[in-house]
């Protein structure tokens, strides 16, 4: 596979098709962009009237607790259905992000009315195979949990003592452990990249979708984790290219809250550093939408590719050998 071909194709997906920019930022967030401002709540301190945790200069959080828990739990069920609203949102995102930056490299219609749609109606499919990912990862880390905790607890519980021998045994395990948990998260991330453009691309259930990026990463290995270095370095490389731009903000930044620290400005020190603070958010929220924009059609370009070099020799040919010319078929017996 030409990556060079491939990174070209993938940056003028991201480039041409600006609607895709706002799915990218909203799958980037992947429903944990909860950001929220403490509420404007005015307090005695020092004074002689009991209002506040913080009366009389005292902290009676327990009290103000007691008395504002309506409140909290209406903020606590607020954040936590807007966390849900967000992690859907990312979901449909996601999948028209897949759908949309397919369609753009194929240069066919689309549009952000096609690749919402192509979202939603991916979206159960792709919340059932993420739930079925977490539930066997959860499996494999509670049996791993009981078969060293397990012994290593009860041993303890009996009184055993770990010598030196044993917890070197333990160490050396542990890292042996992270060694190869490396190499396998590696592989299933690429699996489960493969696995989400071939449920959303190709209309596949949750454990098809598994079993066919599978068969596309086994039967591509080294085209697989070569596509998986070439993102870490973009990545790398993209992640120096933002820092610039902050850094560069931040001089300016630097020199006005010099300046109006030793003249005593504090009202242009803090109105400059909301301004510049607004600033740097716009540029990461654009970095971030672009970036995964890129990324997603990157992924989604070399997935086609693959996946059309793998397809078994038998679905290529047709079920039945086509007949001459001037013959018939033999006679049913």
């Known amino acids: 596979m030409d990556y060079s071909d491939l990174l070209r194709r993938a940056w003028r997906v991201a480039w041409r098709h600006k609607y895709l920019w706002l799915l990218g930022l909203v799958a980037s967030e992947g429903g944990c962009g909860i950001s929220g401002g403490a509420p404007n709540i005015s307090y005695s301190f020092g004074s002689d009237q009991g209002y506040g945790p913080f009366a009389s200069g005292s902290l009676d959080l327990a009290d103000w607790i007691a008395h504002n828990w309506p409140f909290l739990l209406a903020l606590i069920v607020g954040l936590f259905l807007l966390g849900i609203f967000l992690w859907v949102i990312s979901i449909i995102a996601t999948g028209g992000l897949i759908a949309g930056s397919d369609a753009a490299n194929a240069e066919r219609p689309s549009g952000l009315g096609f690749a919402w749609s192509a979202g939603v109606r991916s979206f159960w499919r792709l919340l059932g195979m993420w739930l079925l990912v977490a539930v066997v990862a959860l499996a494999i880390g509670l049996l791993f949990a009981l078969a060293i905790g397990l012994p290593l607890g009860l041993a303890l519980a009996r009184g055993a003592h770990l010598g030196t021998g044993v917890i070197v045994a333990l160490a050396v395990t542990a890292l042996l452990l992270l060694l190869l948990a490396i190499p396998l998260a590696i592989v299933v991330q690429v699996v489960l990249t493969w696995s989400s453009r071939s449920l959303v691309l190709e209309g596949r259930g949750p454990v098809g979708s598994i079993r066919n990026g599978w068969r596309v990463f086994r039967a591509n290995v080294g085209a697989s984790f070569m596509t998986w270095l070439v993102s870490v370095g973009v990545s790398i490389a993209a992640g120096i290219a ?52 890129f990324s997603t059609a990157y992924w989604t370009i070399a997935y086609v590719n693959l996946a059309s070099a793998s397809e ?15 013959t018939l078929p033999d006679p049913p017996l």
């Open 312 to 326: 078994p020799a038998a679905s290529l040919q047709p079920a039945e050998p086509p007949l001459s010319e001037g």
């Open 242 to 293: 933002l820092v610039l731009p902050l850094a560069l903000l931040a001089v300016p930044l630097g020199l006005v809250i010099y300046r109006t620290a030793t003249d005593g400005a504090d009202g242009v020190m803090w109105g400059s550093i909301a301004l510049v603070g607004l600033v740097a958010l716009l540029v990461l929220a654009i970095f971030k939408a672009v970036f995964k924009t």
